[in-house]
Structures are given as structure tokens and as C-alpha cells.
């Protein structure tokens, strides 16, 4: 694992980059804006996601327990026709080993578990989200484009994570201060023809209050 101090392996500084799973625990060391799990998607489930209509990507936004992400997104493959197979599986393995992984370092008791489709400009400017953290994982498409910036405008640098990476992203409810001024955006897209399947994972302690 390396905790970037300046700008190292196409990442920014504050950024925590974890070569496995377990290293993600650096987003609750000191000055750590964010912690990005370097990882490649394999060849062949990447061609199989990148091939499927668009209509055919699962897309949901829940609330449960992490426990409960493994049947929750089988069904919501279900619904959406996702075509059953090994690459299928994979990627509900995938989904649900990251939903434990953020439970267990934010000591998260529920999850609200997204799944977006997206085909145009969506969240564009840069921003910290109002909550505690946030993982997002882009398997099709552009990743999430992330960079420094002190007083709050476009930073002057701006990186993307690479498709099939988790990011943890701290948000302006995290405990220390001051902020570490990473911002981040989903990439403008509009008039590619590119689909996006982004998943994302915020930590919830009580799923009334979010209602």
C-alpha cells in the first residue's frame, strides 16, 4: 500500500492507493482524502459488461444490511435481465465482497446500495458529498474523475480512476478537519454514446431516517 504524498502512479496527493482489499483501511489514516484499490478488471468479464444492451444493466437504489446485498442484487439482476452465466455471478461476487469490505471499515449497520445506468452528463461539477464517506466503482464506462483543489473551483488536474477500480472518498460529515480539498465529478459523457454501470456504497445507521 502507498500513501501518496505527491503525485505517484496517476494519483493525487492525499490519496491512499491500495494494491489489496484489505490496505482500503488507509482512508482512516491522517490526511487521507481517499483510498483507491489499484486493480485491473479481467479481460473477459470486461468485454462481456462492456457488450450488453443497456436495457440489460441491473439498476437499483436500496437500503439494507450488508448481509443482505448478495440476494438483493441477484434479484435486481433478475428484473433487469442481466443474461445469468459466469460473468453474471462475478459480478454480484464482486458487488457483494465490496459491500462487506465499506461495512466493515465505516462499521456500517446498513448500506444505501446504488446502481446507476448512465448515458449523459450526471453530477459534472465538482463537489465533496454531505455525508461520512462513499465507494464507487465504475465497471462500464469512464471512471469517477477526482483532483485537488483549494478554494473550491475546478481543480487544476484532474485525474479519472480506471474502470473496475474502488475509490473510498471521505465527505464533509468525516471527523477531521480541515478538509483535504479533493473534489470529485462523474465525467462528462454527453453526445459520446458511452453507457456507464456505476455502483455505489454509502454507509447508513438508521434506514428511517433516510425515508
Do not use: N
Not at 119 to 142: E, N, P, S, V, W
Amino acid at each position: 500500500m502507498t500513501l501518496t504524498r505527491k503525485i505517484l502512479q496517476g494519483a493525487a496527493v492525499g490519496v491512499g492507493v491500495a494494491d489489496r482489499p484489505e490496505d482500503l483501511d488507509v482512508i482512516h489514516k491522517p490526511g487521507v482524502a481517499a483510498a483507491l484499490w489499484q486493480r485491473q478488471p479481467l479481460p473477459g468479464f470486461q468485454d462481456w459488461i462492456d457488450s450488453l444492451s443497456p436495457e440489460l444493466l441491473p439498476r437499483a437504489r436500496v437500503i439494507l444490511r450488508p448481509e443482505a446485498v448478495r440476494a438483493a442484487v441477484t434479484e435486481i439482476c433478475e428484473a433487469a435481465g442481466t443474461p445469468a452465466g459466469p460473468e453474471r455471478a462475478r459480478l454480484i461476487d464482486d458487488i457483494t465482497a465490496q459491500a462487506e469490505i465499506f461495512a466493515g471499515l465505516m462499521r456500517a449497520r446498513f448500506l444505501r446500495l446504488r446502481l446507476d445506468v448512465i448515458a449523459h452528463d450526471a453530477c459534472r461539477k465538482f463537489h465533496i458529498d454531505a455525508i461520512t464517506a462513499r465507494l464507487i466503482c465504475t465497471y462500464r464506462g469512464t471512471g469517477t474523475q477526482y483532483g485537488i483543489s483549494t478554494d473550491g473551483t475546478e481543480p487544476p488536474r484532474i485525474f479519472t480512476v480506471p474502470t473496475g477500480a474502488p475509490i473510498m472518498l471521505r465527505g464533509r460529515l468525516w471527523p477531521e478537519r480541515p478538509h483535504a480539498g479533493l473534489l470529485h465529478r462523474s465525467p462528462p459523457i454527453e453526445g459520446t454514446r458511452e453507457t456507464r454501470l456505476v455502483l455505489v456504497l454509502d454507509p447508513v445507521d438508521d434506514p428511517e431516517e433516510e425515508v
